[in-house]
């Protein structure tokens, strides 16, 4: 009887070992987590003050495949494309061969003729989603893109993409040194306002990035989704809950996207809530868990809202 009891001791002692060593993985492991979320390294606002989505929402890969002749000349929100350059036939070609999943044979011959054509807005954005969309190697995105923008600082979409870039490698104090050193044009100051803006945001310049972003849409005449929404969020990081509302009913009375109206809503019912105004909120999240109940963003939004209530 004397072994099998060894044999359970032993076990035991493993089973302790093996319950401490995870105890202390899963301690270390919270200390990492609660230092990425804490305020000091991220923007200072509320948790659900919205549910950011990755940068490339209009020079993604839908329109990386688009025809060659419009790639890379989408021009700023509401300013009206700029006149688009025809593609080269080699361009077309180097296209034509990553749309069939070649983009290793494509990316040489762009090389080689981003070497005859320095300039070629069009070769810079390719070899850039290359980067993005094939590679999966972002860094190696970034000089393409700053160099097409510099190109054609007009063109809001590629500004999208460099956004996410910086975002991947938390560069954000590079990327307000980089919007601040490209040359403005009236056609550009709005693509560029809005790109200055959201890095200002995103590096914690909270109060200068509310200027540069109101400028953005009030005098620029900058209306898109993505830089009302970017203004709402500085106001909230400055606690301008009133401010913040006022552009999200903006984008909710106006012609945007049914899901840009949605997330614009239930943005709206956190700013409600924050000015303890909690009917009000519920009274915005209700109706969309109803419509949709795998609407999981606004069902969490409105369980936070109850707790905040209750607590009150």
């Known amino acids: 009887m004397a072994k099998p009891q060894k044999i359970k001791t032993h076990n035991q002692k493993d089973l302790a070992t093996w319950s401490v060593i995870l105890l202390a993985i899963f301690i270390a492991s919270g200390a990492v987590f609660w230092k990425i979320r804490s305020p000091e390294n991220h923007i200072n606002i509320p948790e659900t003050a919205f549910e950011k989505k990755p940068a490339r929402s209009r020079f993604s890969e839908e329109a990386r495949r688009r025809e060659p002749q419009t790639l890379g000349a989408t021009g700023a929100d509401n300013k009206g494309p700029s006149e688009p350059k025809p593609a080269s036939t080699l361009l077309r070609h180097a296209m034509e061969l990553v749309d069939q999943g070649h983009w290793d044979e494509a990316e040489p011959l762009l090389l080689a003729e981003l070497d005859r054509n320095p300039k070629d807005e069009g070769v810079l954005l390719e070899l850039a989603m290359i980067q993005i969309l094939d590679r ?33 490698g938390q560069g954000w104090e590079q990327a307000v040194r980089f919007f601040e050193s490209v040359p ?61 509302s006022h552009e999200y009913e903006a ?22 809530a924050a000015q303890k105004n909690f009917s009000g909120a519920r009274a915005i999240l209700e109706p ?25």
Request: glycine share 6%; hydrophobic share 40%; proline share 4%.
């Open 136 to 168: 999966h190697e972002l860094a190696k995105a970034q000089p393409y893109l700053e160099r097409a923008i510099r190109i054609n600082p007009a063109n809001d979409g590629a500004i999208e993409e460099l956004l996410g870039v910086y975002e991947e």
């Open 184 to 244: 403005v044009t009236p056609e550009s100051q709005a693509a560029l306002d809005y790109g200055k803006g959201t890095a200002l945001l995103s590096a914690g310049h909270n109060a200068e990035a509310v200027d540069v972003l109101r400028k953005a849409v009030y005098e620029d005449d900058n209306k898109a989704f993505t830089t009302r929404e970017s203004l709402a969020t500085a106001y909230e990081s400055t606690g301008r809950w009133e401010d913040a």
């Open 251 to 272: 984008v909710i009375s106006g012609p945007y996207k049914p899901e840009q109206i949605r997330l614009a809503k239930i943005h709206l019912a956190n700013t409600y």
């Open 288 to 312: 969309l868990v109803e419509a949709d109940p795998k609407d999981h963003f606004a069902a969490q939004v409105l369980g936070q809202v109850a707790r905040r209530e209750h607590k009150q």
